[in-house]
């Protein structure tokens, strides 16, 4: 089945860090370019970064809220996808989504993050 | 970096009536490798978002034949032919073809 699973999500304070993770099945995840999406309660949705393949380079791309405090990185042998979140803000809180708009994938359910005190 | 726009931002429609939906980038989105990265997404209330349409007109599996995408260049369209009552929610294009990726404010499809 063709799949992302997303996982990680929890209740942290600000100024504290969490990784979510995204389990990819039923694609062929190491030629996927991944990226994350957020979406803030009630608001849209918000495109957070991007890893390509490792055959184009693992280049990443970063939205200029989170670039240098979150980290997106691949583990191609496990079919894993990550997201390492540092000084995070009330402002990070919402449901993260992994995606991978290049390839005809669904997107999954999502996994909560809420920063508050 | 690209600008989404969606028009209208939100829609009442008749259940049995169409309903288009209209997405305008600020920039064409042929990306190098010629196709063209434009998708359009469908949030219900309380769900995730659900892929609908990739690469301006393919219709995802399972998705109904009453939904349509269309357009060229920087202007594309999403057509419902006639609304059901489970086609409410809001609407979202996407365009991934140039970094950073980004979405239009998403509309709201309601029944009247």
């Known amino acids: 089945e063709v799949q992302l699973v997303e996982s990680g999500g929890g209740l942290v304070k600000p100024g504290e860090s969490l990784r979510l993770s995204c389990a990819a099945s039923?694609?062929?995840?190491?030629?996927?370019?991944m990226s994350w999406v957020r979406q803030a309660p009630g608001k849209g949705l918000e495109w957070v970064g991007r890893?390509?393949?490792?055959?184009?380079?693992?280049?990443?791309d970063y939205a200029a809220p989170v670039k240098g405090r979150f980290t997106i990185s691949r583990d191609d042998s496990r079919n894993t996808l990550y997201l390492q979140m540092s000084s995070l803000k009330t402002e990070d809180t919402g449901v993260y989504y992994c995606?991978?708009?290049?390839?005809?994938?669904?997107w999954g359910q999502g996994t909560l993050v809420t920063v508050s005190s | 970096d690209i600008v989404m726009t969606q028009t209208p931002l939100s829609s009442p429609v008749t259940l049995g009536q169409p309903a288009s939906i209209s997405c305008r980038s600020s920039?064409?989105?042929?990306?190098?490798?010629?196709?063209?990265?434009l998708s359009w997404l469908q949030q219900r209330p309380g769900q995730p978002p659900r892929l609908l349409i990739y690469?301006?007109?393919n219709r995802f599996s399972g998705v109904p034949d009453r939904f349509s995408g269309s357009g060229a260049g920087t202007d594309f369209t999403l057509k419902i032919s006639s609304v059901e009552a489970e086609d409410v929610g809001v609407y979202y294009c996407?365009?991934?073809?140039?970094?950073?990726?980004?979405f239009g404010q998403g509309t709201k499809l309601e029944i009247k």
């Open positions: 890893i390509k393949s490792k055959t184009d380079g693992e280049t990443i």
């Open positions: 995606t991978t708009p290049g390839n005809v994938v669904p």
């Open positions: 996407m365009q991934a073809t140039q970094s950073p990726y980004s």
């Open positions: 690469k301006i007109s």
């Open positions: 920039q064409g989105l042929v990306h190098s490798d010629g196709n063209t990265y």
């Open positions: 039923g694609f062929t995840f190491s030629r996927a370019w």
